[in-house]
């Protein structure tokens, strides 16, 4: 096949050439909702079209590239006191995949235990490419089934206006659990 990016023959989607060349992985962050951080791995004008593949088959490919480029190498180095938990934002299956379970799973290390459905929207409206008004007006409405962790990362694709972290936030804080911080690949406003 050939690499999506620069086009030559490769064996994935992405080439490794390419991958070391625009996919290697930067530290962005930006706090909401009571201090807790944000920390991104790209710019997301860098990554937008690969981003947007999550709608397609493709996107399976894509997001299993972009999350063993920067979330696993962000859990193979980090250390705590415990295990956490780590939880996506509505992993529910689309497309017959789930974007967000695919970051969620890159994170499996000694530190970090990814489970699987548990934040569910009730609200299942789009934010894509809706304003901060929009997004104010339709909430997700998340629920947080059973947990027994009381140390969590949030994992997300991107962050915009940072209301769908704050709102998945508000309700797991509710269950008398903690956010240490939130993981998303891109950010929109770039804050480094």
Known sequence: ???????????THICTNCQET???PSIYKRKILNN????????YKDI??????????LGYYIYSILANNSLKLF????????????????DNVKNGYSHTAILNKALKSKFIKPEFYKLRARNSVSYSGKSREFRLMNQRDFTLK???ANDIILVDDIITTGLTLTQAIQTIQK???EVLFCLTLADANNIK
Do not use: G, P, R
């Open 48 to 57: 937008k079209d690969l981003l947007h593949t999550k709608h397609t088959d």
């Open 146 to 148: 059973k947990n027994n």
């Open 75 to 90: 859990a193979q180095n980090f250390e705590y006191s415990n295990v956490v938990s780590s939880i996506a934002i509505d």
């Open 36 to 43: 807790i951080e944000v920390i991104s791995f790209y710019k």
């Open 175 to 177: 269950k008398e659990k």
């Open 22 to 24: 625009f996919l290697s």
């Open 1 to 11: 096949m050939k690499c999506l990016l620069c086009e030559n023959l490769s064996f």
